[in-house]
């Protein structure tokens, strides 16, 4: 195998929900919000923070700006060395290195954060590179951090993204790029395949096989 395989990063590589939903209650309790429910915690795992907050929350203009800042402050403090790797990860990005494939990370979280939590869980050795947000916002959509991963390897064969939610799939299709839908995600069932997955891997094992079935 020689291609480059993209992976997100939240619910994908780990699971840092703990992390990221005691960031929200500190951030809601911050603008005098009642406690976060469960959806929206849930749907705050995935998509960039300040849409989440504008969504989840019904917040606009500077009340986005003062969540974002009440839970970084909180996040960068250690909330977001709260995060477990998923079971089978590590043997996944092994076997597709030792198959040739170059990895990198796409995430929609501040890049100097997914550096820092990569190093902490011992995966950031696997990737020849992680592209991220910005801290201004400025670049923080999945299609935005895909074409940075992509513009920094221009010699990756068949691209292709691992992700486990709705906007990693849109983010790889507005460059052309299959998604492999990281079924042992926070995404509720059927929204990877809704979205227009390759394929929906319901294991980190499950990987190698769907990707080896993507034409060409």
Known sequence: MSRLVLFDMDGTLVDSTPGIWASIRVAAAALGLPEPTPGQLRSMVGPPLQDGFASA???VG???????????AHYAAGAMFDADVYPGIPGLLAALRADGAT?????????????????HTGLLPAFAGVHGATLDGTVRHKHDVVAAALAAHPDGER??????RSHDVLGAAAHGLPCIGAGWGPAP???????????VAAT????????????G
């Not at 500077?62 to 970084?72: I, K, N």
């Not at 990895?103 to 190093?119: D, G, M, N, Q």
């Not at 691209?159 to 486990?164: E, F, M, Q, S, Y």
């Not at 069932?189 to 394929?199: K, V």
């Open 159 to 164: 691209p292709v993204l691992v992700g486990d």
């Open 57 to 59: 929350f019904g917040l």
């Open 103 to 119: 990895l990198a990370v796409a995430t929609s979280k501040p890049e100097p954060f997914a550096v820092r939590i990569l190093a």
């Open 189 to 199: 069932p059927g929204e990877l395949a809704a979205a227009g997955a390759a394929a």
């Open 62 to 72: 500077e009340d986005v700006d003062r969540a974002v800042g009440a839970y970084r």
């Open 204 to 215: 980190p094992a499950d990987v190698l096989p769907a990707l080896g079935a993507l034409p």
